[in-house]
């Protein structure tokens, strides 16, 4: 595959590359107002259509740009960079025909929604940012283009496609890691309420679009936690009602995303009746991770559902908030209308797997969940969600997870 991609994918010259890029950038200024920038491999800015330099600062903020380098020197795909703020930027490589790094091209940056008066107020206040940027900092801001992450992926494959010839698919591209050394000093503030804020405003967007991909750069959601780890009660409770905040916030994003209410709360209250009960930081930090996770899956999977003819979406609705229910083929029937052999058919036809194919991996879903949210042993687990016995829970767990019940919570519960 790799030889037939080489044949077909011939070698661009330099002159091919400019003349590609200024057809794209006329292309998608007919769409947005986009900044396009061109460095060289010691990272120095050779070329820009952007007439503000501070977005170049902004960029090295966001992720060092000898990190930057080193990643186009390992890696032909592009790479994905998002602030704190929730500024995005793309960076595609151009190798020569040694396959050596020789430009670095980047998109950005663009924000994915639109930016409050409220947020701007709060980056204003942070105390590391510089005085003098405050002063500009809400022009510059309101001039960062919005667009959404759709878009943006789009945009980053056409900049690659431009310059090396090669299709991707969104899959293609790595997410970079935050860069939280340019942001306030942990070692002299015990808890950074500002960057706080900022990360949840990411994971809100993140939820609120069902972007997955974006997901990576996030690392684990429980770090959202993790510059407020406890050192007595009093701190622990602190802690629980901030988790308890972000989640209810979980929720409307979902809700935003598409997700039906009754969906969204009644999911939440799972969590939230979770952190009533939790004795631990660690206990605290998986429910946060859970949810998360949770309501990015649920918006996503939403936004695939469109595909989906209203009384399969109620259907399939209806088995992920009834997994511990004694769920049949005549019940789901009846309650969206349909025969069971009309609705059998439908379903499979929709969806790809039968519906008792479905109900299981919800309920194994569902399983995971409570593996490590909950005290609950195997059995109990597999009791109420009705597996029948427990080596039939084992073995449909293990085909859908790849590992065991016991193996998955051992790996998962680390605090």
Avoid at 23 to 41: A, G, I, M, P, S
Avoid at 54 to 77: S, V
């Amino acid at each position: 595959m790799e030889e037939l991609n080489s044949l077909t994918k011939p070698t661009l010259t330099d002159v091919d590359i400019q003349n590609r890029l200024s057809l794209l950038l006329e292309f998608l200024q007919c769409n947005e107002v986009l900044y396009l920038w061109q460095y060289d491999t010691e990272g120095n800015c050779l070329w820009t259509n952007s007439s503000l330099p501070i977005y170049d600062t902004m960029l090295r903020h966001a992720k060092d740009f000898d990190e930057i380098i080193a990643f186009g020197q390992e890696h032909d795909t592009p790479l994905m960079i998002t602030s704190l703020t929730g500024m995005m930027w793309s960076v595609v490589y151009q190798k020569d025909i040694a396959h050596q790094l020789s430009r670095i091209h980047i998109i950005g940056p663009v924000f994915t929604a639109m930016l409050s008066d409220d947020t701007i107020a709060l980056l204003q206040k942070r105390p590391d940012i510089r005085e003098h940027w405050k002063v500009k900092l809400y022009d510059y801001l309101r001039q960062v283009p919005v667009v959404t992450t759709t878009n943006f992926i789009k945009y980053t494959l056409m900049l690659h496609f431009s310059i090396n010839n090669e299709h991707l698919k969104p899959s293609d591209i790595t997410y970079a890691d935050f860069n939280y050394d340019s942001f306030a000093d942990r070692s002299t503030k015990s808890v950074d309420y500002a960057s706080y804020w900022a990360r949840e405003n990411v994971m809100l967007d993140i939820i609120r679009t069902g972007d997955i991909y974006r997901k990576s750069s996030l690392g684990p959601a429980s770090a959202h936690l993790s510059n407020m780890q406890p050192h007595n009660i009093q701190e622990l409770e602190r802690t629980r009602q901030y988790t308890i905040i972000f989640i209810g916030l979980c929720i409307r994003a979902a809700i935003d995303g598409g997700v039906s209410p009754d969906t969204a709360f009644s999911r939440g209250n799972i969590y939230l009746n979770n952190l009533s009960h939790a004795k631990s930081y660690g206990d605290i930090t998986a429910s946060a991770q859970l949810a998360f996770d949770d309501f990015l899956f649920l918006v996503h999977n939403h936004l695939h559902l469109n595909q989906y003819s209203e009384n399969i979406k109620a259907c399939i609705d209806y088995i992920e908030l009834h997994t511990d229910d004694d769920l049949n083929i005549p019940l789901l029937a009846e309650k969206i209308g349909y025969s069971d052999y009309y609705l059998s058919k439908k379903f499979k036809k929709e969806v790809g797997v039968n519906i008792n194919a479905y109900i299981k991996k919800a309920r194994v879903q569902k399983a995971a969940y409570l593996l490590v949210s909950s005290k609950m042993s195997i059995q109990e687990i597999s009791d109420m969600l009705h597996f029948g016995n427990r080596n039939f829970f084992c073995r449909a767990f293990k085909e859908e997870m790849h590992t065991t019940p016991a193996a998955f919570r051992t790996s998962h519960q680390k605090y």
